[in-house]
């Protein structure tokens, strides 16, 4: 067996096949992964910006996975000190501060026509939905739940929004909690993010059975983003 990777002996690169056997993948797939991970970790590590398009990127690709390394670098945006300090600086998670959104969270019900829509907060391993409407449950009592396994994760993450008519069909999605417990069928999630570039929460809707999010819906909902980080963080539209 002669190795077709730089660096590799014989002996590493027959232990490469084997591990790639191992976990019923290809080598080049195994080795796709391994690369897409250790090029995500390190743009973390340095605070690079585009951290979120990477790792959304790879998502698509399908070669994401639930190794430590992209759990590792999924955690490093999550517990980035200066995103941390943006959201606690926002005055959001007092109570009285997050009622003031109430209002804009009824207009995104109306204008968008769903029964359930959420100004989202999140923290190291919790989300909170500081202000809501359409809650059920015990959720709506807590308002509050957590992070791992959230489709606000999901948005945290990528740094980009999540519009899906059916997260039911979504292999990426149908595992999470609220998903599989028919919480959320339909979800369009956007992130709330400040004049640095640091995503404090989202700003979602979403419905329990299944819906067509047209161009249109998604336009106003990132017209009420605007007016969200207007509001919160004085950032006015380009």
């Known amino acids: 067996m002669t190795p077709t990777l730089p660096g590799f002996d014989e002996w590493l690169y027959a ?3 084997e591990e790639a056997h191992k976990v019923g993948e290809s080598t080049e797939t195994y080795i796709g992964r391994a690369v897409a991970s250790r090029m995500i970790i390190e743009r973390a590590r340095r605070g690079d910006g585009d951290v979120r398009e ?14 430590p390394v992209t759990a590792l670098a999924e955690g490093a945006v999550i517990s980035d000190p200066d995103r941390l300090r943006a959201l606690y600086d926002s005055g959001l998670l007092n109570a009285e501060r997050a009622r003031s959104l109430d209002r804009i969270v009824g207009m995104v019900v ?10 989202t907060l999140i923290d190291r391993d919790t989300q909170y939905m500081c202000s809501a409407i359409g809650l059920t449950g015990e959720m709506a009592v807590r308002r ?10 999901e948005v945290l993450v990528t740094g980009k ?18 998903v599989k417990e028919g919480v959320v069928v339909a979800y ?18 979403w419905d329990t ?3 067509r999010w047209t161009p249109g819906h998604v ?16 950032v006015n539209p380009d």
């Not at 790792?55 to 190794?67: E, F, I, Y």
């Not at 039911?168 to 609220?178: K, V």
């Open 15 to 17: 232990a490469l096949i």
């Open 54 to 67: 990477l790792m959304a990127h790879v998502k698509s690709l399908n070669l994401d996975t639930h190794d």
């Open 110 to 119: 109306a204008a968008v026509g769903v029964p359930s829509a959420a100004v």
């Open 144 to 153: 509050q739940g957590p992070l791992k396994g959230s489709l606000g994760r």
């Open 161 to 178: 929004p999540l519009v899906v008519a059916d997260a039911r069909q979504e292999p990426l999605l149908r595992d999470h909690w609220a």
């Open 188 to 205: 369009a999630g956007f992130p709330l993010t400040d004049g640095q570039g640091h995503t404090i929460g989202t700003l979602i809707a």
């Open 209 to 211: 059975r299944p819906r």
């Open 219 to 234: 336009q106003v909902m990132e017209d009420f983003v605007m007016v969200l980080r207007a509001r919160l963080f004085g």
